[in-house]
């Protein structure tokens, strides 16, 4: 009896559990941004948001272009590791995760400045869900941020792990694609 | 058990009556309302776009695998 066809993993397993991690969190922000949404539409004018604390959305538009980059070179580092240029998916990678965190440590310098003028989380209901729907995103990059970091580690150390490598960046492609979203939806 | 029932039809066949329907009944204003309608929409079509697109790319990487 003639042996049975070995089965191709056709997606890789690191990639398909991650999705469906990502569909998880993906509702989850969707619910949130949908209670922003129905409560922003039924509050009087003028009970929304203090008047005297605007959003910073210039500067945090330059924290989201550190984002955008950090997620591009993450798979421009892919590229380079599928083609077996792992120094150079080293260094790629490396450079990804600082844009990262940059963007990470530039919104929780933002968050410092707005606490100090008295947007809080009890100041007004826009307080209250910008701090946490954005306080929810920033969890997720930190978090992500670790893969990716335990991702780059192994890299260096001459033992790339092709599926930690996938599933990390899976999951950073997600925060990265979920953050215009917000972005635009909280902040103007 | 009969009140249950009747309260499943109500619910079901009339959910404007029943107060059911977030949008019919409970919503506090116009623009109130179409939020709720609109929101509904997104939690509706957001997770069966992304099962939809994930069950395409695993057929076409499967198909893309599988020619020769």
Same mark, same amino acid.
């Given at each position: 009896?003639?042996?049975?066809?070995?089965?191709?993993?056709?997606?890789?397993?690191?990639?398909?559990?991650?999705? %469906?991690?990502?569909?998880?969190?993906?509702?989850?922000?969707? #619910?949130?941004?949908?209670?922003?949404?129905?409560?922003?539409?039924?509050?009087?004018?003028?009970?929304?948001?203090?008047?005297?604390?605007? @959003?910073?959305?210039?500067?945090?538009?330059?924290?989201?272009?550190?984002?955008?980059?950090? /997620?591009?070179?993450?798979?421009?580092?892919?590229?380079?590791?599928? #083609?077996?240029?792992?120094?150079?998916?080293?260094?790629? @990678?490396?450079?990804?995760?600082?844009? /990262?965190?940059?963007?990470?440590?530039?919104?929780?310098?933002?968050?410092?400045?707005?606490?100090?003028? #008295?947007?809080?989380?009890?100041?007004?209901?826009?307080?209250?869900?910008?701090?946490?729907?954005? /306080?929810?995103?920033? @969890?997720?990059?930190?978090? $992500?941020?670790?893969?990716?970091?335990?991702?780059?580690?192994? @890299?260096?150390? #001459?033992?790339?792990?092709?599926?930690?490598?996938?599933? $990390? $960046?899976?999951?950073?492609?997600? %925060?990265?694609?979920?953050?215009?979203?917000?972005?635009?939806?909280?902040?103007? | 058990?009969?009140?249950?029932?009747?309260?499943?039809?109500?619910?079901?066949?009339? *959910?404007?009556?029943?107060?059911?329907? *977030?949008?019919?009944?409970?919503?506090?204003?116009?623009?109130?309302?179409?939020?709720?309608?609109?929101?509904?929409?997104?939690?509706?079509?957001? *997770?069966?776009?992304?099962?939809?697109?994930?069950?395409?790319?695993?057929?076409?990487?499967?198909?893309?695998?599988?020619? *020769?």
């Amino acid at each position: 009896m003639p042996a049975a066809a070995r089965r191709r993993e056709v997606v890789p397993s690191s990639v398909l559990g991650m999705l %469906v991690f990502v569909g998880a969190e993906i509702m989850f922000f969707m #619910g949130l941004i949908s209670a922003f949404t129905i409560s922003r539409a039924a509050v009087r004018p003028g009970a929304w948001s203090l008047p005297a604390t605007p @959003l910073p959305a210039a500067s945090t538009a330059f924290n989201t272009a550190a984002l955008f980059a950090s /997620g591009l070179l993450v798979f421009v580092a892919w590229r380079q590791f599928a #083609g077996d240029r792992m120094r150079a998916s080293d260094r790629t @990678l490396l450079v990804a995760w600082a844009l /990262g965190a940059l963007f990470v440590v530039l919104q929780g310098r933002e968050w410092m400045q707005l606490l100090a003028a #008295g947007f809080t989380m009890q100041a007004s209901r826009l307080g209250a869900f910008f701090y946490l729907i954005v /306080g929810a995103h920033a @969890l997720h990059a930190a978090g $992500a941020l670790i893969g990716l970091g335990l991702a780059w580690w192994r @890299l260096h150390q #001459g033992a790339p792990s092709r599926t930690l490598f996938l599933g $990390a $960046a899976t999951f950073w492609y997600f %925060v990265v694609g979920i953050w215009p979203i917000i972005y635009l939806r909280v902040y103007f | 058990m009969a009140r249950a029932l009747l309260a499943t039809i109500l619910v079901t066949a009339a *959910p404007a009556a029943a107060w059911a329907c *977030p949008v019919c009944g409970l919503a506090s204003a116009e623009d109130n309302a179409w939020a709720y309608g609109a929101m509904s929409v997104l939690l509706s079509a957001v *997770p069966l776009g992304f099962v939809a697109g994930i069950v395409i790319w695993i057929r076409r990487a499967s198909r893309h695998r599988d020619s *020769p």
